[in-house]
């Protein structure tokens, strides 16, 4: 089944404590990238992949770092999470115009 | 960049005709999209236009007019698993697209 994955579904973290946020897909897709989403801000763009070893900032980036070192795999870093980084995660691969989203994580940063 | 308005929220009731519009400002444009989500979900590709006009999909529709940057999604015969949000997106030089804020599309019976 063509699917993208993200994990974990909920996380709940301290301030500075580093986590990753995984993302895998299995469609062999070429762009994959990050958005957050907040309560009446929408889907907020924070990195985009184009392919292995090419990322670029999306609208929002500052506090995030990602790497694409496999087609398939589009982890998240947060260095040093901080209390404005509580959000709703989103992961997508896309080829073409249509984007297929992870089921999100719902990240809480006390 | 990209920068997008649709409206907050849309009420109607069950079988009616419901029109959700976006506008949008931008430096290269490629199309726009539309994604529902509903609570607690994901969202899901509904449509993509890249040349002006119509596109129909089932209930579902969508139109585009480059000339005034402005589409929208027009939905039919409303049933009450409608109610969800709805997202424009526009796909620029990045080829990953900038979403609006979404529109709470609310239906009664």
């Known amino acids: 089944e063509a699917q993208v994955t993200q994990n974990p579904r909920y996380l709940i973290t301290v301030t500075g404590k580093k986590l990753t946020v995984t993302c895998s897909q299995n469609m062999n897709h070429e762009y994959m990238s990050w958005y957050r989403q907040d309560p009446g801000l929408g889907l907020r763009q924070i990195y985009y992949?184009?392919?292995?070893?090419?990322?670029d900032k999306g609208d929002v980036p500052e506090g995030y770092k990602v790497s694409r070192k496999e087609k398939r795999n589009f982890p998240l870093i947060l260095e040093s999470p901080s209390p404005n980084q509580t959000s709703l995660y989103f992961c997508?691969?896309?080829?073409?115009?249509?984007?297929?989203f992870g089921s999100g994580t719902q990240l809480s940063v006390l | 960049g990209q920068s997008l308005e649709q409206p907050s929220e849309v009420t109607a009731v069950e079988g009616a005709i419901v029109q959700i519009n976006c506008t949008y400002q931008t430096s290269g444009f490629y199309g726009l999209s539309w994604y529902q989500q509903h609570d607690g979900g994901a969202p899901t590709f509904l449509s993509y236009?890249?040349?002006?006009g119509l596109e129909e999909t089932g209930r579902f529709s969508s139109f585009l007019s480059r000339s005034d940057s402005y589409g929208y999604l027009l939905l039919q015969e409303l049933q009450m698993k409608d109610s969800a949000s709805y997202f424009c997106?526009?796909?620029?030089?990045?080829?990953?697209?900038?979403f609006g804020r979404g529109t709470s599309l609310i239906v009664h019976p």
């Open positions: 997106a526009a796909s620029g030089g990045s080829y990953i697209p900038t």
């Open positions: 997508a691969s896309s080829q073409g115009e249509k984007l297929f």
């Open positions: 992949s184009m392919n292995v070893e090419v990322t």
């Open positions: 236009n890249a040349l002006d």
